[in-house]
């Protein structure tokens, strides 16, 4: 995250008092930062599921830091289960081989709150989707 970038949140989160609202917001900016990439490259806001993790980290806890919140964000690597049912069985079957590689496992992002609860989120395939599951 550039110091242009947390500004930029920061100035977007001027309003929001809501832990939620504040991780849903993190969440857009990075989709709207960054675009999927095979490879990261932050500087030219390419990325993949670990760029993506690494990034969305960054803004939460500068979020979390900002409106004095003790909600703590990392980085995770894992499988991917929406609704229940593991994606990574169904990725690696219809998965092009260049990119069965990527789902070998996945980076996201692990956020405890201030009231101890745990939540995962992944801007990553949000992005990649165009849709939010938290």
């Not at 964000?73 to 499988?79: D, F, T």
């Not at 593991?86 to 990725?91: G, K, S, T, V």
């Amino acid at each position: 995250m550039t110091e242009s970038d947390g500004k930029e949140l920061i100035a977007q989160l001027a309003s929001v008092e809501d832990e939620t609202e504040i991780i849903k917001e993190c969440n857009k900016y990075a989709c709207k930062k960054l675009s999927f990439h095979r490879k990261n490259n932050l500087k030219n806001k390419e990325a993949n599921c670990v760029g993506y993790a690494q990034y969305t980290t960054a803004l939460l806890n500068s979020a979390f830091k900002y409106k004095g919140l003790l909600s703590k964000a990392r980085p995770v690597v894992g499988q991917v289960h929406l609704y229940g049912f593991n994606l990574h069985p169904l990725a690696m079957t219809i998965m092009p081989n260049k990119l069965k590689s990527f789902f070998k496992d996945h980076d996201f992002v692990e956020i405890i709150t201030e009231n101890g609860d745990t939540i995962f989120i992944d801007t990553s395939l949000q992005d990649l989707i165009g849709k939010s599951f938290f």
